[in-house]
């Protein structure tokens, strides 16, 4: 009888590993996608670094084959006479995300520079640990990336380093308010923040044609990076670099296109 039972019991478990096996199958083929699927995951370390971006997807492939992407090592750039870059930046609520890859601060409407006779909208900023552009070679503790669409979807950033110094106040707000975890969008609606007040006293900048430092990486993007620097405490600095853990893409080359610093 309980030679009988044994048999039983293997053939119910054997059916079950059956009907288990027949549904994993259906549900690879036609369930729904999960979301590595749809967005494929990229970080800055081991095999989804930087240096394999381009073979997570096919639309991570400019990554890999792109001839003018960013970041680059500022330095051998032509001084040229370009015009100023009209900025005109308004308050804004404090919106703040730790996406998993940055901390961002997306922007209200309505702030904006000239570029060229082209206007671009400023819609986030967001942080990297340590800069991902270099100036002549030297990193820098913390980059802004400030990052601008006009109405052809066309992309412009403006970069700021930021270099170990005096306290910084207009940092402050952000800092109170920075998720420790990724997660959703915070709003401080009684929290105004004005990115005017982070940028450099001293406009002096370098303009280039280069990419997203992120996936997809696409190119086409200006860039415009600030000379001067601005400052923030060590504190200050400890805190941001505690939460971004180092999210700096590697330098790329520059290959045939034109560094111009302006006067």
């Known amino acids: 009888m309980s030679k009988k039972n044994d048999i039983l019991a293997s053939l119910f478990i054997g059916g079950l590993l059956s009907i288990s096996i027949l549904l994993n199958i259906f549900f690879f083929f036609f369930g729904p996608k999960n979301e590595t699927e749809t967005h494929p995951h ?63 601060i997306n922007y209200s409407s309505g702030s904006t520079i000239n570029v060229d006779n082209e206007t671009y909208d400023l819609l986030q900023f967001h942080f990297h640990n340590p800069s991902e552009h270099r100036l002549e070679g030297n990193s820098f503790p913390l980059e802004i990336h400030l990052v601008h669409r006009n109405q052809y979807g066309k992309l412009a950033v403006l970069g700021i380093f930021i270099e170990s110094g005096k306290h910084n106040n207009n940092l402050d707000p952000i800092l109170t308010a920075i998720p420790n975890n990724s997660g959703p969008e915070k709003a401080f609606a009684k929290t105004v923040i004005n990115v005017k007040n ?26 415009i990076v600030f000379e001067q620097a601005i400052q923030a405490d060590s504190q200050q600095i400890a805190t941001l670099s505690k939460v971004l853990g180092g999210n700096n893409r590697p330098i790329q080359e520059l290959n045939e296109r034109f560094l111009l610093r302006s006067f």
Do not use: M
């Open 198 to 223: 982070l940028l450099p006293p001293v406009n002096g900048f370098y303009r280039y044609f280069g990419s997203l430092t992120t996936p997809p990486c696409s190119e086409r993007v200006r860039w």
């Open 42 to 104: 990229w970080t800055y370390t081991g095999y989804t670094g930087p240096e394999n971006w381009g073979e997570l997807s096919p639309e991570f492939e400019t990554c890999k084959t792109g001839l003018n992407q960013s970041p680059i090592n500022l330095k051998e750039s032509l001084k040229s006479d370009l015009k100023p870059i009209a900025i005109n930046y308004q308050n804004s609520p404090l919106n703040i995300i730790n996406n998993g890859h940055t901390i961002q």
